[in-house]
């Protein structure tokens, strides 16, 4: 069983920078493909960004490339998700999910999920 815990979210002027975090317990962490998912009202949920197993490949969707940053700690089992030049347009809730199943550079198919985490940039 894989339990994951978002924090870092919050309210940002356009231009400002977040930094999410994914705290995960449980031992196939290390061995997982993980990633951020996010949801804005009104839309369906979409990959932002996906790291496979060891750090060494990763993923990012066009629309966050040159501004967002993904990494992992397998010894703190945590990713995270540096958000910089944030965008009204990336308002959304973002979620961590796990895909113990992948070696990709995403989850193609997550089989676990966080609560969620509420990105609001607003000036």
């Known amino acids: 069983q894989v339990r994951l815990v978002e924090s870092g979210g919050g309210l940002v002027q356009p231009g400002g920078s977040l930094r999410l975090s994914c705290a995960a317990s449980?031992?196939?962490?290390?061995?997982?493909?993980m990633g951020w998912f996010r949801q804005a009202p009104g839309k369906e949920r979409e990959l932002v960004s996906g790291i496979n197993w060891s750090g060494s490949s990763t993923y990012y969707a066009e629309f966050v490339k040159g501004r967002f940053t993904i990494s992992r700690d397998n010894v703190k089992k945590t990713m995270y998700l540096q958000m910089n030049r944030l965008e009204p347009e990336d308002t959304a809730v973002y979620y961590c999910?796990?895909?113990?199943?992948?070696?990709?550079?995403?989850?193609?198919?997550?089989?676990?999920w966080g609560q969620g985490t509420q990105v609001t940039v607003s000036s």
């Open positions: 999910a796990a895909d113990t199943s992948s070696s990709g550079e995403y989850p193609s198919r997550p089989n676990y």
């Open positions: 449980g031992r196939i962490f290390s061995s997982s493909t």
